[in-house]
């Protein structure tokens, strides 16, 4: 008789999810993951296999993020019509590429704009980037909340600078600097240079499969008076091929394949890279 009654109930509980299980399918394939549903007995399924129960073998830290957060959007977009006070959203960019978080921004927004008169929203993120996303590129009044001992309080306040921005000041500075390149220095550069290309690659060729790559395409196409000299982009995109994601250790390895000029020439063709790009950011760096 238990049993029974946990059937019963158990498939009460899936039939008040189907508005839910729709809703999520819907958003699935809007946001271009279609490849991935969810079935009548609400599980997880891969094209067309049930994964439920091997999630981490299937899903990447993004996916699972993406997923996890429009599964959220679809149990909101259903109680729209209820009386929600507070929505709080944790982190909901961790490990997403760009599309993705102008997506999750676009939906904040979507969800803010509906709720906002009834529903104070709480977005919690480290990533500079993503605040200035929704603060400067909404329509929404979002603002920051400082924490202290003695509380938090509401700072409608300037543009966080971002991490992209405190990176292409240091590398700027190297460029011009007279000094010999650091030990530290050493250390970070390729990095730094990396995380520079792929944001500049990222915003000018959103939709390709590595944008870096186009990005390194575009630019030895450029017959023009102020194209770069092929030798030093060859450098460079090996500098961040060999020293990217690397530890001091690793750095002290790679100096026996860039000399201390390199580096220097490296951080110069860097900013030639943004010029052509993007030239209103050396401005501000």
Same mark, same amino acid.
């Given at each position: 008789?238990? #049993?029974?009654?946990?059937?019963? !109930?158990?498939?009460?509980?899936?039939?008040?999810?189907?508005?839910?299980?729709?809703? #999520?399918?819907?958003?699935?394939?809007?946001?271009? +993951?279609?490849? =991935?549903?969810?079935?009548?007995? =609400?599980?997880?399924? $891969?094209?067309?296999?049930?994964?439920?129960?091997?999630?981490?073998?299937?899903?990447?830290?993004?996916?699972?993020? &993406?997923?996890?957060?429009?599964? =959220?959007?679809?149990?909101?977009?259903?109680?729209?019509? @209820?009386?929600?006070?507070?929505? &709080?959203?944790?982190?909901?960019?961790?490990?997403?590429?760009?599309?993705?978080?102008?997506?999750?921004? %676009?939906?904040?927004?979507? +969800?803010?704009?509906? #709720?906002?008169?009834? /529903?104070?929203?709480?977005?919690? !993120?480290?990533?500079?980037?993503?605040?200035? #996303?929704?603060?400067?590129?909404?329509? @929404?009044?979002?603002?920051? $909340?400082? *924490?202290?001992?003695?509380?938090?309080?509401?700072?409608?306040?300037?543009?966080?600078?971002?991490?992209?921005?405190?990176?292409?000041? &240091?590398?700027?500075?190297?460029?011009? @600097?007279?000094?010999?390149?650091?030990?530290?220095?050493? !250390?970070?550069?390729?990095?730094?240079?990396?995380?520079?290309?792929?944001? &500049?690659?990222?915003? =000018? *060729?959103?939709? !390709?499969?590595?944008?870096?790559?186009?990005?390194?395409?575009?630019?030895?196409?450029?017959?023009?008076?102020?194209?770069?000299?092929?030798?030093?982009?060859?450098? +460079?995109? %090996?500098?961040?091929?060999?020293?990217?994601?690397? +530890?001091?250790?690793?750095?002290?390895?790679?100096?026996?394949?860039?000399?201390?000029?390199?580096?220097?020439?490296?951080?110069? /063709?860097?900013?030639?890279?943004?010029?052509?790009?993007?030239?209103?950011?050396?401005?501000?760096?």
């Amino acid at each position: 008789m238990a #049993m029974d009654i946990s059937k019963e !109930t158990y498939l009460q509980d899936l039939s008040q999810k189907k508005p839910l299980i729709k809703k #999520m399918n819907e958003i699935l394939n809007d946001i271009g +993951l279609s490849k =991935f549903q969810v079935d009548p007995q =609400f599980n997880l399924v $891969l094209n067309s296999k049930n994964i439920s129960h091997s999630i981490n073998s299937y899903l990447s830290d993004g996916e699972k993020t &993406v997923i996890a957060f429009f599964l =959220f959007v679809a149990e909101i977009a259903l109680k729209f019509s @209820q009386n929600i006070e507070l929505i &709080v959203i944790d982190d909901p960019i961790s490990s997403l590429d760009y599309d993705f978080i102008y997506n999750i921004k %676009s939906f904040i927004d979507s +969800l803010y704009d509906r #709720m906002k008169t009834t /529903t104070q929203f709480i977005v919690l !993120t480290h990533n500079n980037i993503f605040y200035n #996303m929704l603060k400067y590129r909404s329509n @929404q009044n979002f603002g920051k $909340l400082d *924490f202290s001992i003695a509380g938090s309080i509401y700072v409608s306040g300037e543009k966080e600078e971002t991490l992209y921005m405190e990176k292409l000041k &240091v590398i700027k500075n190297i460029a011009m @600097q007279e000094s010999d390149v650091s030990l530290e220095q050493k !250390t970070f550069i390729p990095n730094h240079c990396r995380f520079i290309l792929e944001n &500049v690659a990222n915003f =000018f *060729f959103p939709n !390709t499969n590595c944008p870096i790559d186009v990005l390194e395409s575009d630019i030895r196409r450029d017959d023009s008076e102020t194209r770069i000299n092929k030798g030093k982009l060859t450098t +460079l995109f %090996s500098a961040i091929q060999i020293g990217s994601h690397s +530890l001091l250790n690793a750095s002290l390895d790679q100096d026996s394949i860039i000399s201390d000029p390199q580096y220097k020439e490296i951080c110069r /063709t860097i900013i030639k890279i943004v010029k052509k790009y993007c030239p209103r950011q050396l401005e501000i760096a």
